[in-house]
């Protein structure tokens, strides 16, 4: 008799513990609203995905986000990344450079009506052309290897090689964290430095409605920055700070915001890194090929008189009645006045 009661209770023990351990799973499923056996194998990932929303797991290391394995904001970030990003820089940046070539090709050089007169007058000064430049180069390295991020797996992997792709994504990552700091450094003294002049005022009406001196022929006149300058160097100030934000953001993963924070944090850098590149074009077009006389402004700190007087009359006179009236100076004193003493 005990015998039987024995084997009873191995049997109903036996039975307990299969419906336990079978229900397990079965109460963890009917926490989502689904009729889908997540483990198996015919479950296709998308249905999965479609119906717990997220697919996530428990890990015991401290970063919990390393459980999570598929979301669908993961996926819109993906696809965004991987198409919409590449096509909307695509766009912007061979659109300006197929828009400044066919303007090149009609308009021209904006020449010095006038011709040189011989005589310079100071723009720049060293300190100026020094953080000009130092962004400039920054601003260049940061977008040729932040481009290589967007395009370089399609683009450039297949012609030279994955190793070389590899070793050469390494270095641009690299430079692209280290030169974000003279980068942000030089749009913070560039806003310092050039601010007083860049404040928009009623001449810069009057300019943009005589169309600038770019598009025709007219030179309205202008004080030291002309309203494209301000427009161009609120861009800079704009975009730099925009793109400095959303890149530490990156650069420093979950410090400052969660998941959802940092893919916006991407997809906001690449917008504005793709449409500053593009802006970008368009001036160092106008610094040199666009406009005869600009480029030594900011190479050796003077222009001529005559280009002062067609781009910038209002300025050449302020500077005419600051320093007096002899200022006009040979091109030697006014390099060397430019440049800082040795
Ligand atoms: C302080 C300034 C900046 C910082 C801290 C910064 C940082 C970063 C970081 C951390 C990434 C992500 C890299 C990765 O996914 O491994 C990135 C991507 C990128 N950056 Fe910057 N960046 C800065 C400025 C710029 C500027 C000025 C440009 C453009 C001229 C630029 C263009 C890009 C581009 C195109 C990407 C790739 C976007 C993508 O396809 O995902 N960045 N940046």
């Not at 009917?30 to 890990?59: C, F, Y």
């Not at 641009?172 to 002049?197: E, M, R």
Request: proline share 4%.
């Amino acid at each position: 008799m005990s015998r039987i009661f024995a084997q009873a209770r191995f049997i109903i023990g036996a039975l307990v513990l299969v419906v336990v351990v079978g229900a397990a799973p079965v109460s963890a499923q009917t926490q989502t609203p689904t009729q889908l056996n997540p483990t198996a194998s015919s479950v296709k990932e998308d249905q999965l995905l479609q119906q717990m929303r997220i697919i996530d797991g428990r890990v015991s290391i401290p970063d919990k986000q390393s459980g999570n394995l598929e979301q669908p904001a993961g996926r819109d970030w993906r696809e965004f990344h991987q198409k919409t990003l590449p096509w909307i820089a695509a766009i912007a940046i061979l659109g300006v450079l197929a828009a400044l070539v066919i303007f090149y090709l009609t308009r021209g050089m904006v020449k010095i009506e006038r011709g040189r007169s011989g005589r310079v007058v100071v723009r720049f000064n060293a300190l100026e052309r020094f953080v000009h430049w130092m962004t400039a180069t920054c601003f260049i390295i940061l977008a040729l290897s932040g481009l290589n991020i967007t395009f370089g797996k399609s683009l450039l992997a297949p012609l030279i090689g994955l190793d070389a792709f590899a070793a050469w994504s390494q270095w641009a990552k690299y430079a692209h964290n280290y030169l974000s700091f003279p980068f942000t450094i030089g749009v913070v003294l560039i806003l310092l430095l050039w601010i007083t002049g860049n404040i928009p005022d009623k001449t810069d009406v009057e300019w943009v409605k005589r169309g600038g001196g770019i598009v025709g022929n007219d030179h309205p006149p202008a004080r030291r920055f002309n309203a494209g300058q301000k427009l161009i160097y609120w861009i800079v100030i704009l975009g730099g700070m925009a793109s400095a934000i959303t890149g530490y953001i990156l650069m420093f993963p979950f410090y400052a915001t969660g998941m959802e924070g940092m893919q916006t944090a991407q997809s906001i850098h690449g917008i504005v890194a793709a449409l500053f590149i593009a802006v970008m074009l368009g001036h160092i077009y106008i610094g040199t090929i666009g406009m005869e006389g600009a480029f030594e402004a900011m190479g050796e700190g003077t222009v001529d008189e005559n280009w002062a007087r067609q781009h910038h009359a209002l300025w050449l006179e302020e500077e005419k009645a600051r320093t007096g009236p002899n200022q006009s100076q040979s091109q030697a004193a006014a390099r060397a006045a430019a440049t800082p003493a040795e």
